[in-house]
């Protein structure tokens, strides 16, 4: 039984949330530009790519490529690609920081330490994410309320104050499935045969790194497979998190992590301190 036989289950609202997605998006689209969405090529991103192309906004699409991977998500890459006739910008890792730090942390380095795991991230994600958001005003992503309690008090639109390079850099979130359940996605992409991962046929419902994902049990939170060895509270990779907010939800993010040495300061993008 696929993901589409066993999620795909509209809520009653779901043309109104439809509505209010679109509508999200053109005005994203006519206020914060220049815009583009990270993808991460899972369920989630796959529906808000299709919505840019629906809306016709001027949006770009950029994928983290950390270099670890599964084939069945870089898969994605081509078929949006031959879809929807536009290109995915691939945003690598710097490849002597991730050989350095395999060779002297090792391959399963995320493993041994919650500090080795979030300083993996920051290599891989972080510092190709700085690159992927420079000179943009905001940026979409396919965040719901619904994937964890980390994300309970996701905003349609979050306003983000970060330091970068010394000077303070406004940008906009743009979370436009901030209030769809997962049934709502499944749905959606059902309706309009949109391609998705395979993996989500074999209980991937989040994925990402294949060291740091792995399928679920039946009953197990959405994100459950995500860093399993860690606590709850820890698992967050540091894109997605986000300070105390304002009345304007404008976050002020702050370092994540005690910095491994020889790995410090590898992003000027700072994430918010995760307490195991």
């Given at each position: 039984?696929?993901?589409?036989?066993?999620?795909?289950?509209?809520?009653?609202?779901?043309?109104?949330?439809?509505?209010?997605?679109?509508?999200?998006?053109?005005?994203?689209?006519?206020?914060?530009?220049?815009?583009?969405?990270?993808?991460?090529?899972?369920?989630?991103?796959?529906?808000?790519?299709?919505?840019?192309?629906?809306?016709?906004?001027?949006?770009?699409?950029?994928?983290l490529d950390t270099g670890m991977l599964h084939p069945q998500t870089?898969?994605?890459?081509?078929?949006?690609?031959?879809?929807?006739?536009?290109?995915?910008?691939?945003?690598?890792?710097?490849?002597?920081?991730?050989?350095?730090?395999?060779?002297?942390?090792?391959?399963?380095?995320?493993?041994?330490?919650?500090?080795?795991?979030?300083?993996?991230?920051?290599?891989?994600?972080?510092?190709?994410?700085?690159?992927?958001?420079?000179?943009?005003?905001?940026?979409?992503?396919?965040?719901?309320?619904?994937?964890?309690?980390?994300?309970?008090?996701?905003?349609?639109?979050?306003?983000q104050s970060l330091q970068i390079d010394g000077q303070t850099v406004?940008?906009?979130?743009?979370?436009?499935?901030?209030?769809?359940?997962?049934?709502?996605?499944?749905?959606?992409?059902?309706?309009?045969?949109?391609?998705?991962?395979?993996?989500?046929?074999?209980?991937?419902?989040?994925?990402?790194?294949?060291?740091?994902?792995?399928?679920?049990?039946?009953?197990?939170?959405?994100?459950?497979?995500?860093?399993?060895?860690?606590?709850?509270?820890?698992?967050?990779?540091?894109?997605?998190?986000?300070?105390?907010?304002?009345?304007?939800?404008?976050?002020?993010?702050?370092?994540?992590?005690?910095?491994?040495?020889?790995?410090?300061?590898?992003?000027?993008?700072?994430?918010?301190?995760?307490?195991?």
């Amino acid at each position: 039984m696929g993901a589409i036989s066993l999620y795909a289950k509209a809520s009653g609202d779901f043309a109104q949330k439809l509505a209010a997605s679109k509508q999200l998006l053109q005005t994203a689209g006519a206020s914060h530009s220049p815009l583009t969405q990270a993808s991460s090529l899972g369920a989630e991103d796959m529906v808000v790519t299709h919505l840019i192309a629906e809306t016709g906004i001027d949006a770009s699409v950029f994928v983290l490529d950390t270099g670890m991977l599964h084939p069945q998500t870089l898969a994605l890459v081509g078929k949006i690609e031959a879809r929807y006739g536009r290109t995915v910008d691939l945003y690598q890792p710097d490849a002597d920081i991730a050989a350095d730090f395999v060779t002297e942390y090792g391959a399963d380095a995320m493993y041994k330490s919650l500090a080795l795991r979030k300083a993996c991230c920051d290599f891989r994600k972080m510092m190709p994410l700085e690159r992927a958001l420079a000179g943009k005003k905001g940026w979409i992503t396919g965040l719901r309320r619904e994937q964890s309690n980390a994300r309970a008090d996701v905003h349609d639109i979050e306003q983000q104050s970060l330091q970068i390079d010394g000077q303070t850099v406004l940008r906009s979130k743009i979370n436009p499935l901030a209030a769809w359940t997962l049934g709502d996605v499944w749905h959606f992409i059902a309706l309009h045969k949109i391609p998705y991962n395979t993996l989500h046929d074999e209980f991937f419902p989040s994925i990402g790194c294949a060291p740091c994902t792995r399928a679920v049990t039946l009953g197990e939170d959405f994100r459950s497979g995500r860093w399993w060895w860690e606590q709850e509270s820890a698992k967050e990779c540091g894109l997605h998190v986000a300070g105390e907010a304002s009345f304007a939800h404008a976050a002020e993010e702050v370092p994540a992590f005690e910095p491994v040495p020889r790995f410090s300061a590898i992003s000027s993008i700072p994430i918010k301190e995760i307490v195991p």
